[in-house]
């Protein structure tokens, strides 16, 4: 035979009815035989009048309130601005609060800690747990370009922007979309975020000339190695970065495989798709719309973790003090350089024969110094530009285009000489 399991909830029930019962024993009598004290007999005959039989069992200890729990209005608004911006943690919810409450005037507000902040995220079902990634930063390498790099350490906004194509996407009509974002690397300021129809230099001259007349010129760009922003040719240079030499721009290239050195910029593109393309829209144009409406809240109303104090890039951002021309400025070469206009082909003449240098420099004045230096004469002034008896005298010339060595050129053979063919030559 099984034991009888007796429920303290029972015994209480079976007290409180022995009490109720009116030719039962007194309350001194039953409280003795059920072995407890009469303060705790009155205690669980007035709960069972107050919530019947389900007042038997043991109610919760915890505190209704204390001391720190957080105002109901303030949950409400951290609640109320997660459901507008479904992709910021604590810390963003935090900041622009704060920052309304600033902007408004109104008294400060006791906000609670991030991670209060994260709880009630959690409670009201708006995290979803992910699991973490191990990050491998034994492939860390250093920016190529230390100039650069000192742009980008904080001397100021609009000194170096970063500019990449985030990678392709089709809209819900499947339709491809290629956006072209430019940002500046100290403010983290999105300067530009488009749609193109095509990777060429067309299309992405366009979208910088419109932000060069709005911001005004940077002292330099970062991109990568891709398509239209460099090219096989000499030194890399494509039309573009050719462009952006003569408005005075210099080209920072990264180093290949190594999005890293452009981490920033790449770190936007993970925000502007998790929320500004994810899911895509139906169309093209509806995707434009979407980036346009994000913009302005990514510069305004986003606090960015990376700029101190949680600042939005709007906060930081100045336009640059070098406006964009309305002519585009020649290339001036010093005395003692032998200029030549490099052809629609990519072709310069010299000496009588026609040498290929590069598609990129089409349209353009390249400028030639003999290798070594012409010996200064009674009759001749090295200073005096050159001419093309003097490039009949010379074998080897040092070709440039504005500040860049773009190559070696041997007259006798009348081509550039690869980078192995001119180790000998002096430098």
């Not at 407890?36 to 069992?57: D, P, Q």
Request: hydrophobic share 40%.
């Amino acid at each position: 035979m099984p034991w009888k399991e007796h429920l303290v909830s029972d015994e209480r029930l079976r007290f409180v009815l022995a009490c109720l019962d009116e030719e039962g024993d007194s309350m001194a009598a039953l409280c003795r035989r059920f072995g407890i004290s009469r303060r705790v007999g009155y205690k669980w005959l007035a709960r069972y009048k107050e919530h019947g039989a389900a007042g038997m069992a043991e109610f919760s200890r915890a505190p209704r309130s204390h001391p720190n729990q957080v105002a109901a209005a303030v949950e409400r608004r951290v609640l109320a601005l997660r459901a507008d911006h479904p992709t910021w943690g604590p810390r963003k919810l935090l900041a622009a609060l704060a920052r309304r409450d600033a902007a408004a005037g109104v008294a400060a507000t006791d906000w609670p800690a991030a991670s209060t902040v994260g709880q009630m995220l959690r409670r009201a079902g708006l995290v979803v747990p992910r699991r973490p990634r191990r990050r491998d930063r034994s492939a860390w390498a250093p920016p190529t370009s230390a100039a650069a790099a000192a742009l980008a350490g904080g001397e100021g906004p609009n000194r170096l922007w970063c500019a990449d194509f985030k990678g392709w996407f089709r809209t819900g009509d499947g339709s491809r979309c290629d956006p072209l974002t430019v940002t500046d690397a100290f403010s983290r300021y999105l300067l530009r975020c488009r749609l193109v129809d095509r990777l060429s230099f067309t299309a992405a001259r366009a979208l910088f000339e419109a932000a060069f007349r709005e911001y005004g010129l940077p002292d330099a760009i970062r991109t990568d190695n891709g398509s239209p922003f460099a090219t096989t040719g000499p030194l890399g240079l494509s039309r573009l970065s050719v462009w952006w030499l003569r408005l005075g721009v210099a080209h920072d290239r990264i180093e290949p495989g190594h999005p890293e050195q452009n981490g920033r910029h790449e770190r936007m593109h993970q925000t502007l798709k998790r929320e500004a393309a994810s899911p895509p829209a139906a169309t093209p144009r509806a995707q434009q719309a979407r980036f346009d409406r994000w913009v302005p809240v990514y510069n305004h109303e986003r606090p960015h973790e990376g700029l101190p104090g949680m600042a939005t890039p709007a906060s930081l951002y100045r336009p640059g003090a070098r406006a964009y021309p309305g002519r585009l400025p020649e290339v001036a070469y010093p005395a003692g350089h032998a200029p030549r206009w490099v052809d629609d082909s990519g072709k310069f003449r010299w000496a009588g024969v026609k040498v290929f240098l590069s598609h990129a420099l089409a349209e353009q004045t390249v400028g030639l110094a003999p290798l070594p230096p012409l010996p200064a004469a009674a009759d001749h002034d090295p200073n005096d530009d050159l001419n093309d008896d003097d490039a009949a005298e010379r074998r080897y010339w040092r070709v440039r285009f504005a500040s860049l060595d773009l190559g070696v050129l041997d007259a006798a053979r009348g081509r550039l000489l690869t980078p192995r063919e001119r180790r000998h030559l002096p430098s």
